[in-house]
Each structure stands twice: as C-alpha cells, then as structure tokens.
C-alpha cells in the first residue's frame, strides 16, 4: 500500500504508553499512513510491541533509535525524517493518544502555504490510569469521556474543552477563530515534507527540553508560511506522567529563538540535512 503521509512518534522509557498510542493509530479513520517511531534512546526494547502491531494490525511501522545521551528530540527526529517517505508529516508526542479522526483532519488541513498546529487536553493521573488497550480498540477512550468532564470541573485534568471535536462545519470555524495561539507544539502538528527540507528541519543546536517545537514555527514563518488552527478537529488526549527538568538551559534556548525571530532565520545551520543522502530527488 503507497502512503502519502508520516506520522512521527516520539517516545522514550515509555513502552506503555507506546503501545497505547499504537493502538489509537489502528482505530484511525484513515489508515493511509506509516509510522516512524523516533525513540531517542529507550533502554527498554520497545521492538516487540512494534513487531506485534505490524503482524496482528497491519500498521506500517519503522523503529529509528540512537543512544541515550540526554534529550535530543530534535536529533531523533531529523533521523526520522530522513527515513520517512510520506510528503505529509504529522507529529505526535509518544504519551497522547488519538481521537479516531486525527490523522484524517490533520491530512485535510495540511495544505500549501501553512502548517497546522493543534493543542491537547491534559488527562490526570487519575483519568490516565482508565485509559487501557482494551478501551482503544473498543473505541471507548479516545474520546471526550463524561469522566474527563468532571475530572476537569473537580479534579485535575486540564484544557478539557480542546477535547471537542466539531468537524469542519460552522462551529469550528467560529471557535477556531477565537484561539489566537499560534505557537507549535511538537506532540500535535503537522508541515509538508517539502517545507521541512527548505528549513533543514529540527534545530540540533535545541538540546535539552524546551523551546525547540516554537523555534521551527519561527522559522516556518520566516519561509511565508502561516500557521493553520486544527484545534477541535485534530484531537490529542495527553497522558500524565511526572514532570522532568525543565529548567536546564531555558535562557539559552529561548534567546537563540529570539534572535532567529529577529533576524528571520529561515534554515538552521544544523539540522535535517545531516541526515539526508548527499543528493536529494524531490
């Protein structure tokens, strides 16, 4: 089966949660796509739960590994990048699971001349915990849930109304136009195949956590293109886990993103063609 789109999963030490968003691959509406999950260095061999979904599912899956030598998401991703076939490129973060019509809405959005950012409730501990392999599958938990409803009014579930799904229809169009958030977020995005090769990709020079996802939507910008809403309509749901450092080296990160901003960097000096062969045929 030919694919025209990728979608990029990012995971590390997290093979549970791995296998969750596996699942909510298989129950998409539109199954046209390959996997590549980006794994920036797992010590446990998430091998057998890949294995499993492509034999008894049918999913198109490729593993792309590195070593563990902190967080360097942007590395592991121009990897799969480099190894991805689809001209649509569809991120998602390795700890959120898929409403039915995510890649759907992602594919239909994605057009050129912009890049499609959208946002994701955030599922308590508690909520987190229901979501099983068994509920996916059954269709059951990836979906705005009456228990996620009162977990947001009197628990600790939060951005709750990004969990709406309300199509292309009016509704959409009027609530879209009330969320003046532009920024990207790597766990909910999407960008021609193309449009990432004009801008060399991740910025490796991001090591360490934060900044990196807002730093390519710079540079998108600087190359003309506009960020495209699919809140409501390409939904997300983020499952909880402790939070890590997120500290080291913000300062740093966020006065290169500034200067980048500020001098219109399209292309960083160090990303995506690292990876690439030496000639590219488009």
């Not at 990432?196 to 600087?222: C, H, T």
Request: aromatic share 8%; hydrophobic share 40%.
């Amino acid at each position: 089966m030919s694919v025209d789109t990728s979608v990029i999963v990012t995971t590390y030490n997290q093979p549970d949660y791995l296998n969750l968003v596996l699942a909510s691959l298989v129950m998409q509406s539109d199954r046209h796509f390959e996997v590549i999950v980006a794994d920036d260095g797992s010590q446990v061999d998430n091998r057998a739960i890949i294995d499993r979904y492509v034999s008894e599912f049918g999913l198109i899956i490729f593993h792309v590994w590195h070593e563990d030598c902190g967080f360097r998401k942007t590395v592991i991703l121009n990897k799969a990048i480099a190894q991805s076939k689809g001209t649509k490129i569809i991120f998602v973060d390795g700890d959120c699971i898929l409403h039915r019509h995510f890649i759907r809405e992602h594919k239909r959005c994605l057009v050129h001349g912009v890049y499609c950012i959208g946002r994701t409730p955030r599922l308590s501990r508690k909520i987190s915990a229901k979501v099983s392999e068994a509920g996916i599958l059954k269709g059951s938990c990836q979906r705005l849930t009456p228990a996620m409803l009162l977990d947001s009014v009197f628990g600790s579930t939060r951005k709750i109304e990004f969990g709406c799904y309300l199509g292309s229809g009016p509704f959409f169009s009027l609530a879209a136009r009330l969320k003046k958030n532009t920024t990207l977020w790597g766990g909910n995005c999407s960008v021609l195949r193309k449009d990432l090769l004009a801008v060399n990709g991740w910025n490796e020079d991001f090591i360490g956590w934060g900044q990196e996802d807002s730093e390519l939507g710079e540079r998108l910008q600087n190359l003309g293109l506009k960020p495209r809403q699919v809140v409501y309509r390409a939904i997300n749901f983020h499952l909880w886990h402790p939070k890590s450092d997120q500290m080291a080296g913000k300062h740093e990160r966020c006065a290169m993103k500034l200067e980048i901003k500020k001098q219109g960097i399209v292309s960083c000096f160090k990303g995506l063609n690292q990876h690439l062969p030496v000639t590219i045929e488009e």
